[in-house]
């Protein structure tokens, strides 16, 4: 069982950054390959970025790649998502999750979540 808490959430202005972390308990976080997704109101979930277990592979979607980086520190069960030049569009409820497979591309391959938490950025 794993429980992941996000904090981070906040009201920007566009062009600014926050940094999301997602805090992982229990002792297989590093057997787990970890994401980020982004729910808008209205709209369904959407894939932001996944990293693999090891930190050595990294997938981004196309509309934040550039801008936001994902990273890992298994040694603190911790996840990040450093988001710069945010855009009113990447207003959303960011959702940290955990998959045992290598990826974590679609909701299906989620195993775990978060409870969210709110980014809102103003124009």
């Known amino acids: 069982q794993v429980q992941l808490v996000e904090s981070g959430g906040g009201l920007v202005q566009a062009g600014g950054s926050l940094r999301l972390s997602c805090a992982a308990s229990?002792?297989?976080?590093?057997?787990?390959?970890m994401g980020w997704f982004r729910q808008a109101p209205g709209k369904e979930r959407e894939f932001v970025a996944t990293i693999s277990r090891t930190g050595n592979n990294i997938i981004y979607a196309d509309s934040v790649k550039g801008r936001f980086t994902i990273s890992r520190d298994n040694a603190k069960n911790t996840v990040y998502l450093q988001m710069n030049s945010l855009k009113p569009e990447d207003t959303a409820v960011y959702y940290c999750?955990?998959?045992?497979?290598?990826?974590?591309?679609?909701?299906?391959?989620?195993?775990?979540w978060g409870q969210g938490t709110q980014v809102t950025v103003s124009s």
């Open positions: 999750a955990a998959g045992p497979r290598n990826m974590i591309l679609t909701t299906i391959m989620v195993d775990y």
């Open positions: 229990g002792r297989t976080f590093s057997s787990n390959a």
